[in-house]
Nanobody
Framework: QVQLVESGGGLVQPGGSLRLSCAAS????????MAWYRQAPGKQRELVAG???????NYADSVKGRFTISRDNAKSMVYLQMNSLKPEDTAVYYC???????????WGQGTQVTVSS
């Protein structure tokens, strides 16, 4: 069992930055692919960025060059650095831990990010 707790969301002006954090409890954090998803009102949840256990990265086209995902296995943490934020980045951001071989898929409760002047 893995529990995920996100933090770092808030209100920011366009062009600003935020850093989201996701703290994971439980064992074997390093074997999970970690990802950030987001869901805006009236829209489907979408993948923002992912990082595998080997450190391979994946980004949605809409955030490439602006967002950076990273992980610290020693601290069981995953981060999302968000720069040059746009109003369309406004959403609830969710942390996800996935280990398909073991059939494990966990979600955090989400953190709100609002980009507005």
């Amino acid at each position: 069992q893995v529990q995920l707790v996100e933090s770092g969301g808030g209100l920011v002006q366009p062009g600003g930055s935020l850093r989201l954090s996701c703290a994971a409890s439980g064992s074997m954090f390093s074997i999970y692919t970690m990802a950030w998803y987001r869901q805006a009102p009236g829209k489907q949840r979408e993948l923002v960025a992912g990082i595998t256990s080997a450190g391979s990265l994946n980004y949605a086209d809409s955030v490439k060059g602006r967002f950076t995902i990273s992980r610290d296995n020693a601290k069981s943490m995953v981060y999302l650095q968000m720069n040059s934020l746009k109003p369309e980045d406004t959403a609830v951001y969710y942390c996800n831990a996935l280990q398909p071989v073991l059939g494990r898929d966990y979600w955090g409760q989400g953190t709100q990010v609002t980009v507005s002047s």
